[in-house]
């Protein structure tokens, strides 16, 4: 069994007031949107670790999930307090922290969050996402 993005799409892309959530092929095409404010899924590294069992082996897999938010640079007027990217981040963080994805033995944890890359136009954040099962 392998993760699959679908779940996540859908579950994001059910919640109001943020763009609609896509998949990308890596960091890369998540960086190519021209639109913004932008939310791109990737998969990350799967991790695995190998258990003995009589009769084989058991592997448990340890993916992570790049969820990479973008949002356009400006300047906006002194004194202005709104937070485009944590505006953008929390109903995301919300929707899936503890949630367990179909086929999962452990529910999604947040692992980290940094800046991905700041460009002339935009920045792109990206938060890793954690989850386990058994193969």
Known sequence: ??????????????????????MAADVEAAQSTKEFPSLMLVLGRDNVDHVDMNNGAEHWVKPEILLVSGIQRRNLPLGNTDDEL???????????INWLPPGCDIPIKWKRGQILALKSHALFWV????????W
Do not use: C, H
């Open 1 to 22: 069994m392998l993760l699959r993005l679908t779940p996540f799409v859908e579950r994001l892309n059910a919640l109001e007031g943020i763009p609609k959530v896509q």
């Open 127 to 134: 938060d890793v996402f954690t989850t386990e099962y058994r």
């Open 86 to 96: 944590a505006n953008l981040r929390d109903p995301t963080l919300d929707s899936l």
